[in-house]
């Protein structure tokens, strides 16, 4: 069974911490994609990569960096966090460079900057 | 500028009529669109990809349309059961050289006994 997982369900932090969140996918995919989700404005790409140590800005980059040193793994760093970070962060994954299959969603991680 | 509209309100509907729910965009040229199941708390999980060179695609109870001269793509739930309660979101693709997604904010489909 496919899975993706997330480092953390939930988490508090406060201003100004720098906060890693860790995404770990199992399908041997391309692809891995971060997004935030929250209510009314739904889902929404930070940033996106197609391969190892390749990254490409989302929608909505800024205040957040990414890493990807292993194929399996994409981390989600918020140099600073703020009050406005707060929100539901959504990790997928998928196969496939430019005709894309579907994404596989990790459980995502509610953080919560105080 | 590019928009992806899904009902805001939530759809109630009794258990066992088919429900419908409706995704329109605007200043988008999708190659295809996908649509998902997200249940409060946790990821979205797919449910259907197709693309712009077909029509309807089905599984088991579940039927997707796709017109891309009306922009719009039409999400079939038949028999409907109180299980299938969850909010519905399509999110678009192919549009740029890489596999994202761009998607709509969701519709929410109570389905009661």
């Known amino acids: 069974d496919v899975k993706v997982t997330q480092s953390s369900r939930y988490l508090v932090k406060r201003t100004g911490e720098k906060v890693f969140l860790e995404c770990v996918q199992d399908m041997d995919h391309e692809n891995m994609f971060w997004y935030r989700q929250d209510p009314g404005l739904g889902l929404r790409l930070i940033y996106f990569s197609y391969d190892v140590k390749m990254k490409e800005k989302g929608d909505i980059p800024e205040g957040y960096s990414v890493s990807r040193e292993k194929k399996e793994r994409f981390s989600l760093i918020l140099e600073s966090a703020s009050t406005n970070q707060t929100s539901m962060y959504l990790c997928?994954?998928?196969?496939?460079?430019?005709?894309?299959?579907?994404?596989?969603f990790g459980p995502g991680t509610r953080l919560t900057v105080t | 500028s590019q928009k992806i509209e899904q009902n805001s309100e939530a759809l109630n509907i009794q258990e066992g009529k088919t429900a419908t729910l409706t995704c329109n965009y605007t200043?988008?040229?999708?190659?295809?669109l996908q649509w998902y199941r997200q249940d409060p708390g946790r990821g979205p999980v797919f449910l259907l990809l197709i693309r712009e060179n077909e029509k309807e695609k089905r599984k088991e109870r579940l039927k997707v349309t796709f017109d891309t001269t009306l922009k719009q793509s039409l999400f079939h739930i038949t028999a409907s059961q109180p299980a299938d309660s969850a909010t519905y979101l399509c999110a678009l693709g192919g549009q740029s050289g890489y596999s994202t997604l761009t998607f709509g904010k969701g519709t929410m489909l109570l389905v009661s006994p």
């Open positions: 200043n988008y040229s999708p190659a295809y």
């Open positions: 997928a994954s998928s196969t496939g460079l430019v005709y894309s299959y579907e994404q596989y």
